[in-house]
């Protein structure tokens, strides 16, 4: 699908990739969703199931911060404060971290409620705020949105795929 420029396209996308990853999702053996056996969102580094789900939780609840923020007139410290974008790495782990407790089921249905928020801020917002005016320095708000949702819907999909597939689960 091609990157989202207005709004319809952008529920469309969001729709459809996690409609795609939550597909996935169903077919992934509860048992084996604690196991680092997933190449990690830093160097060298492995994750769990429950990992995946964690980092997609966690890009999904920084939107929705930001959006808060900024309609609040409170400056957003982009990506998240005590973290610069050439450290994500480090954010990954920290997703992590903040829903350790969490089993997958419970992750999934985290998961959901997070996109369903996410879909509920983009039909608040009109095209204009979404596509036709700078959010954060030359991004759109859509944009930012489309990076931090359907477009790692899409990555996770295709890592839970290719591990699938090593794993031999249909």
Do not use: C
């Not at 990739?17 to 492995?46: A, C, Q, R, W």
């Not at 095209?127 to 320095?137: F, G, P, Q, R, V």
């Not at 931090?148 to 290719?162: E, G, H, L, V, Y």
Request: aromatic share 10%.
């Amino acid at each position: 699908m091609a990157i989202p420029n207005n709004k319809e396209d952008l529920k469309q996308a969001i729709l459809e990739s996690y409609k795609k990853l939550k597909t996935e999702l169903e077919t992934i053996p509860f048992d084996s969703t604690h196991v680092k056996n997933l190449n990690g969102h830093s160097k060298n580094s492995m994750m769990s199931m429950n990992n995946l789900l964690a980092y997609l939780i966690g890009w999904g609840t920084l939107v929705l911060k930001w959006n808060e923020n900024k309609t609040n007139g409170v400056e957003v410290d982009f990506p998240e404060t005590g973290n610069k974008w050439n450290q994500l790495g480090q954010l990954a782990q920290k997703f992590y971290s903040d829903y350790e407790d969490l089993n997958f089921n419970q992750l999934k249905i985290e998961l959901e409620s997070t996109t369903n928020s996410i879909l509920e801020l983009i039909e608040s917002k009109s095209n204009h705020e979404l596509y036709e005016t700078a959010w954060y320095d030359k991004w759109t708000l859509g944009r930012m949105i489309q990076l931090n949702t359907s477009a790692p819907f899409k990555n996770a999909k295709d890592r839970i795929r290719k591990w699938k597939k090593s794993k031999q689960i249909k």
